[in-house]
């Protein structure tokens, strides 16, 4: 194995690469500004190349700093997350970052039975739709819909994006809604969103030019659900979600056609936290809570994502 340089030449080139500053490295690292400029001098004398460029009393990494320091700095973050396992994997608090819809209708109406079947363990669902950044937060797990295969992450496929039009029962009768044609005449949220476009032609309606008016465009399902409630307008909306609103009769879905959008739903966490209990608990959980939905589903859209 090759000697590696002075550990603590290291951390001082991560800590100075990552900000940029040789006087903001040494009040990280409470080291003098001398002694970072060493340490980095040493190391360059031992690579027998420049690591910073020195400019007008500022320095910015080289070519061979700009290879060097992600490679180091993922290095660090390793071993941050080893050390930390050691005190927090088996801690009490599961930290779940949802997409907002999946999070504030699927998942938060069982959730209470993941703290039934594991009462050691508190949990926090955070619901948002950015991308969760696990290396600046503390959190566990991620429920994230796109196509997977996200570097550095643990991707579990859960189920297909899919939607359909769904409708208060008030709006379609009074809009007499009898076949998919009938929701071109109607009010529809987005309706110049190209799932809509995908979602007729699924179900053989040829669509006219865009329209003129762009209609109510929400960021979520969630706040199309109370829109539609309310008897504005049709919606594309995911009917796996709203299955107890749909069978309750709060809402309809007028037809069966559905649109697939080529997106899926994922669970995620870094590879390096594979075999960490809580995660583990929850992803068996989630998937034994999917598969009593099964029934509800196309069969197709359970197969894994291509």
């Known amino acids: 194995m090759p000697r590696l340089p002075p550990l603590t030449a290291i951390r001082t080139f991560e800590s100075a690469g990552r900000l940029q500053n040789f006087s903001r490295a040494a009040e ?37 700093g700009q290879r060097l320091l992600p490679a180091i700095s993922n290095a660090f973050a390793a071993m941050g997350d080893a050390f930390a396992a050691l005190g927090s994997d088996e801690s009490d608090v599961l930290s779940i970052s949802a997409a907002t819809t999946f999070g504030g209708t699927w998942l938060s109406a069982r959730i209470g039975r993941f703290q039934i079947d594991y009462p050691d363990l508190a949990v926090r669902v955070a619901m948002g739709n950015q991308l969760v950044d696990f290396d600046a937060s503390s959190i566990d797990v991620a ?9 550095g992450l643990r991707s ?28 071109l005449r109607v009010q529809r949220l987005a309706p110049n969103d190209t799932w809509w476009a995908d979602w007729f032609a699924a179900a053989g309606v040829t669509t006219p030019p865009l329209r003129s008016d762009r209609g109510i465009e929400l960021d979520t399902q969630l706040q199309e659900a ?28 007028p037809f069966p056609t559905i649109h697939e959008t080529g997106l899926g739903i ?34 197709a859209l359970w197969a894994p994502l291509a």
């Open 28 to 64: 990280e690292l409470g080291m003098t500004q001398a002694a970072v400029s060493y340490q980095i001098r040493q190391l360059e004398d031992r690579l027998g190349r420049a690591l910073f460029v020195r400019e007008k009393g500022r320095v910015r990494l080289s070519e061979t």
């Open 266 to 299: 994922w669970l995620v966490h870094r590879e390096n936290r594979v075999g960490v209990r809580k995660i583990e608990r929850f992803r068996e959980w989630l998937h034994a809570e999917l598969q009593k939905d099964r029934h509800l589903v196309p069969e």
């Open 143 to 151: 429920i994230r819909i796109g196509r997977g295969g996200w570097p």
């Open 156 to 183: 579990d496929f859960l189920l297909h994006q899919y939607v359909a039009p769904i409708c208060s029962p008030a709006f379609l009768a009074e809009n007499r809604i009898a076949e998919p044609a009938d929701l």
């Open 226 to 253: 109370s829109a539609v409630q309310a008897g504005f307008g049709v919606a594309l909306m995911t009917p796996l979600f709203w299955h107890a609103d749909l069978a309750s009769g709060r809402l309809v879905q």
